[in-house]
């Protein structure tokens, strides 16, 4: 079953503006991922947050990590056209391969 | 580099048939994985590897199979293919920074199964 469980499902935004989305998760984790999927397209590596860490930035790129809530939440900065994709939140609890949550499928509107 | 690389890009294949999906990797990453996408059900794991020899299954295993015979390849395996197997298959392949396991896909296999 899956970990992580994306909010919202989906997002349609202006370019420019920013965009937030959340990851929420059950168990307690090791490590927070967030990956991006052009579509027809593989995912793609964007950040990694730690359980011991509360931020993390990356270009536009902000994650925040509340695991007293068991939360996570990518906001995406001045976004562009090109920003235009899924993005998927994955975990571990030390495995050797994380877990995959359903994804927010981000527009950004020209 | 080319990353990692799946083939074919597309296949339809009838009920009952047999057929091997092909992953292989060149950067000597230690774990490989296969991956299921379907509408609304985002990834999940069908098999991984942690090493040549070494296979285990996934969440969702019934009707794949897989080896690891090379540190580069890593095949997929469906046995008997039903229409339930119609999805988008990935396949990755990672390595350890630290304790956290960071994967590299490939561009993925649009399977039909009629």
């Known amino acids: 079953s899956q970990q992580g469980e994306e909010d919202p499902q989906a997002l349609s935004i202006q370019e420019g503006e920013n965009a937030t989305m959340n990851c929420s998760y059950k168990t307690s984790i090791n490590n927070l991922q967030w990956y991006r999927q052009n579509s027809g397209r593989g995912l793609v590596h964007l950040i990694l947050i730690r359980s011991n860490e509360r931020e993390k930035h990356s270009g536009r790129l902000r994650v925040t990590l509340d695991t007293s809530k068991k939360s996570s939440s990518l906001l995406i900065t001045a976004s562009r056209a090109a920003d235009t994709a899924s993005y998927f939140c994955?975990?571990?609890?030390?495995?050797?391969?994380?877990?995959f949550g359903r994804g927010t499928s981000l527009i950004v509107h020209p | 580099n080319a990353g990692v690389t799946q083939t074919p890009k597309f296949q339809v294949l009838k009920t009952g048939q047999s057929m091997t999906l092909q992953c292989a990797q060149d950067?000597?990453?230690?774990?490989m994985s296969w991956y299921r996408q379907d509408p609304g059900m985002g990834l999940r794991l069908i098999h991984y590897?942690?090493?040549?020899?070494?296979?285990d299954q996934g969440e969702v295993p019934n009707g794949y199979n897989v080896s690891r015979s090379t540190t580069e390849d890593f095949p997929l395996r469906l046995l008997s293919a039903a229409p339930s197997q119609t999805s988008v298959y990935f396949c990755a392949s990672s390595y350890s920074v630290a304790g956290a396991v960071v994967l590299t896909f490939g561009a993925g296999s649009r399977l039909t199964v009629l």
């Open positions: 994955a975990t571990d609890r030390g495995s050797y391969i994380p877990t």
């Open positions: 950067m000597n990453h230690e774990y």
């Open positions: 590897s942690v090493g040549a020899g070494i296979t």
